[in-house]
């Protein structure tokens, strides 16, 4: 396998920044696989099985494309050979588009694509949840116990008794209702089961389906036809219209301010939103949401890469009924900005000296400063963590390891930072905590970017009020205040889903104050799989403050007005895993690399830059976000508990 350490890449750009540009274009093409080749039960890491070849490739980036156009990143290669790394068993049965877009020392790009068909003799995760090979065993069996035959779902269903699967060599389940995921369950400790808030969706006919891993990661799959029954028997939910007026087709864009204008209506409800998405480079990003007509605005088009793309307009009813319509353009970008919180970037790597907090697990602690430990009772600085973690009592599943690390669960032979809570551990600052606290260096009114890989360990059924924090969160420099986060990932009903809250005072906060907090739409919590995490930020308490956050590449927030407190201190970030209230049994999360970056001009990286920080693969992922074809219409349930995409409170 081949690593690229940072230092290495920079030495590289600084000896190509002085040259010349390149005297020909960038160019790339596939050698292996062929082109329809089947791909069976492949685990490739950086493997000559798949190599691309070409003149002027400073790095290559390969994604895997399924037939609903839904693009997964795989892994980005600096070094040549040129090789992608591929876990088939990461993702469903079916045919797929393998392309590799190389870029060169001055970010220009050419793509090579290939059809593959993945085949494995047992089936895959279907969106990249699977755990993937190890050792072989006897396959999951399962059957479904309730609902009995004839007997409806109603109201927010939360597994077991209501709807519960019984089996055998099962170590966690995925259910999808009409193949959309609604949860994922680890703990059998009251039986598998489903939870769906089935008053979200309109009645009638469903299939539920079950997709069970064994602890080698093999897969049974079970599909069980369910009625969902909330008294609105014989109501039809007439799909929403949507149209795209402008850009025109064929249209070519260019730099941050394009203007669009889409059309939408509903003849039996309403519409409560309508997205526009730009695919472009194997990437779909969402440039434009709106809850209320009229849908018109503009869009930048920053950060995506020049050549042909589509652009797709998609309307959500009340009731969670989707139509989507999709538009040839292309994108033709020369030096594009984007000062005002998008994405924006060129497509070097992140400077060394832009990097201002990090956390590393390759590295000793004693060789690491910056940031210091909270478990336990205790603070301990970063130098003085014993490299064996720091450990309390044993707990129900054997551990000691309270903050520390531990084996990757998708990789053995790599390092990851561990966070654990036990029921009877003592409160540090006030709740049960086992966290990364980095010294104060976020000033108000500058950009900055968070990124973190989270893994979260499947903790079951969250009790009612049971609310945890976890992966990061932005807390203010001035404890005497007890002001809460600027922002964070807290959890929400029950434990298994989560939001983003963001929080703030207008004014001056140094004396105290009054916080206002945003909570945006609920997000399942992605259990016993890498998830990456990049945050865009800006704190400002008189209107011009933003909030930008991504999961996996897919944006899921974008907070614009107040953020933070303005309180005359230094603030600071965190990592780790909360908790204010009782629990149970043990928790743990773990995490890969937590890192901070100061943008100087507020536009200087993408969150794709960013994200590769954080040095994951597609394998740790599951590809998200809607891609729901030309003309068609699907009907999918919000995952939010709110009609649009923010829910205001003062707290």
């Known amino acids: ?62 994604t895997l ?34 392309r590799a877009t190389a870029y060169d020392s001055s970010g220009r790009t050419a793509t090579a694509s290939r059809s593959v068909t ?19 065993g006897t396959l999951p069996t399962m ?23 019984t089996g055998s060599n099962i170590a966690k389940i995925e259910f999808y209702l009409n193949g959309v995921l609604t949860n994922t369950d680890g703990n059998a400790t009251n039986g598998w089961g489903c939870w769906i808030d089935t008053t979200k ?62 059309t939408a209506s509903d003849s039996d409800g309403s519409v409560a939103k309508v997205e ?91 060789q690491q400063s910056g940031y210091s430990a909270q478990v336990i009772g205790q603070h301990t600085s970063v130098s003085s963590i014993p490299e064996s973690g720091i450990n309390g009592s044993t707990l129900s599943n054997g551990e000691t390891l309270r903050v520390g690390k531990a ?41 900055y970017w968070i990124a973190v890989s989270t893994y979260v360990h499947d903790w079951g059924n969250l009790g009612s009020g049971d609310m945890s924090l976890f992966g990061t969160q932005l807390h203010s420099g001035a404890n005497n205040l007890g002001l809460s986060p600027s922002f964070g990932l807290y959890t929400s009903s029950g434990g298994r889903n989560f939001h983003v809250e963001a929080r703030w005072a207008a004014g001056s906060c140094s004396s105290g104050c009054s916080t206002t907090k945003a909570n945006y739409a609920d997000q399942p919590i992605p259990f016993g799989r890498w998830v990456d995490f990049v945050f865009k930020f800006k704190q400002n308490t008189s209107g011009s403050g933003f909030l930008q956050v991504w999961m996996d590449g897919q944006q899921i927030v974008n907070h614009t007005g107040n953020l933070g407190f303005s309180t005359g201190a230094t603030d600071y970030a965190k990592f780790g895993y909360y908790n204010w209230s009782s629990f149970n049994s043990s928790r743990k999360v773990m995490l890969r690399s937590p890192t901070i970056v100061a943008d100087p001009t507020g536009s200087t990286y993408s969150q794709e830059q960013v994200r590769a920080l954080l040095g994951g693969t597609a394998a740790d992922a599951l590809a998200g976000g809607s891609t729901s074809t030309t003309g068609s219409t699907t009907t999918a349930a919000s995952s939010g508990v709110c009609s649009t995409a923010l829910c205001v409170a003062a707290q």
């Open 143 to 165: 059957a479904l116990s309730a609902p009995a035959a004839g007997v409806p779902l109603k109201g927010n269903v939360q597994g077991p008794p209501n709807c519960t699967v």
């Open 276 to 366: 526009l998405s730009v695919i472009a480079g194997g990437t779909q990003k969402v440039v434009a949401t709106k809850t209320a007509a009229p849908y018109s605005g503009t869009f930048s088009t920053s950060g995506l890469p020049n050549g042909a793309a589509t652009l797709m307009a998609v309307a959500t009813d009340n009731l969670g009924k989707q139509t989507s319509v999709q538009r040839s353009v292309s994108i033709n970008n020369t030096v594009v900005s984007d000062p005002g919180g998008g994405t924006g970037g060129s497509t070097s790597p992140v400077a060394d000296s832009h990097i201002i907090g990090k956390a590393r697990a390759d590295v000793a602690f004693s």
């Open 118 to 136: 993945i085949s494995n003799t047992t089936t895959g995760g279907g969106t990249g949840g699977g755990t993937g090979g190890g050792t072989t």
């Open 201 to 262: 969706y309109q009645d009638g006919a469903y299939t539920l389906k079950a997709i069970a891993f064994n602890a080698a990661g093999q897969t049974t799959t079970a599909s069980w036809p369910v009625t969902i029954q909330n008294g609105t028997t014989g109501t039809t939910n007439v799909a929403p219209t949507v149209g795209i007026s402008a850009p025109g087709s064929s249209a070519t864009l260019a730099g941050t301010a394009v203007p669009y204008t889409l």
């Open 1 to 62: 396998m081949k690593f690229s350490k940072k230092p290495i890449a920079l030495a590289a750009f600084s000896l190509l920044a002085g040259a010349p540009l390149a005297a020909h274009a960038v160019s790339v093409s596939f050698s292996r696989p062929s082109s329809g080749a089947t791909l069976r039960d492949v685990n490739w890491s950086n493997s000559s099985a798949c190599e691309v070849t070409g003149s002027s490739i400073r790095r290559v980036t390969f």
């Open 407 to 447: 084996s990757d669960p998708r990789n053995s032979a790599a390092k990851v930072f561990q966070f654990q809570l036990g029921p009877n551990d003592p409160d540090t600052s006030g709740s049960k905590r086992a966290e990364f606290s980095f010294n104060p260096n976020i000033e108000m009114n500058k950009v």
């Open 65 to 98: 494309i399924n037939s609903s156009g839904r693009s997964t990143t795989l892994n980005t290669d600096t070094g040549s050979p040129w090789r992608c790394t591929l876990d088939s068993s990461d993702f469903a049965n079916g045919k797929y588009t393998l």
